[in-house]
């Protein structure tokens, strides 16, 4: 009776000694996939962001450029306007200002004057549209990006993408396999190099 009894406690220490020692192995298994996934999600996120940074680096670059351009552009002006002012005050003290050509010549560069400031204005309502365009591309971006990681976060998406993937693979195998196995009439190419 004692053997038996015996027998029974070694063999339940046995069933929980291997219950336990699974437990542990599947755990850890499972772990090891979880830290992989994560970290290829870590990966996937960090070459997004790193894209996205490039993209906004040029960006910024292309505004910093065309700030710098339209500076010169500002200061360019302001230099052409410092002169015909120069010309205008120039030629109403020399006492010119009786020719009718100098009178035209005086309105012209006024015109000219309210002309470039005209231009100027709209240049710098053009940039303020596109500023704001790039401002909402970019939260369009960010806001697409954010719905990308989420999405690719879902394991029924992923498995999905890589089922359409596989499919992809196999039909390009198929496709290859299908050219390999038509026949060719060697025949007519007989016939057509005699002829």
């Not at 894209?51 to 200061?75: G, I, P, S, T």
Request: hydrophobic share 35%.
């Amino acid at each position: 009776m004692e053997l038996i009894v015996y027998q029974v406690v070694a063999a339940i220490f046995c069933m929980t000694l291997i219950f336990v020692a699974s437990y542990y192995f599947g755990y850890r298994t499972n772990l090891r996939k979880f830290q992989t996934k994560s970290f290829e999600n870590r990966e996937e996120m960090l070459t997004i962001e790193r894209a996205l940074k490039a993209f906004w680096d040029n960006e910024k670059q292309k505004l910093e450029d065309e700030k710098v351009q339209l500076n010169q552009r500002v200061k360019y002006l302001e230099e052409k306007l410092d002169q015909y002012r120069q010309k205008a005050a120039g030629i109403g003290m020399m006492g010119l200002r009786k020719n009718k050509l100098t009178d035209m010549l005086v309105t012209l560069l006024i015109e000219n004057e309210s002309l470039e400031e005209k231009l100027f204005l709209q240049n710098l309502k053009l940039k303020e549209e596109r500023d704001e365009f790039l401002q909402n591309e970019l939260r369009s971006i960010s806001y697409k990006r954010i719905l990308l990681s989420e999405l690719l976060n879902q394991s029924e998406v992923r498995r999905e993408m890589e089922r359409v993937i596989n499919d992809r693979s196999r039909l390009k195998r198929l496709e290859f396999k299908q050219r390999d196995l038509e026949p060719h009439n060697f025949v007519d190419e007989e016939e057509e190099s005699t002829a």
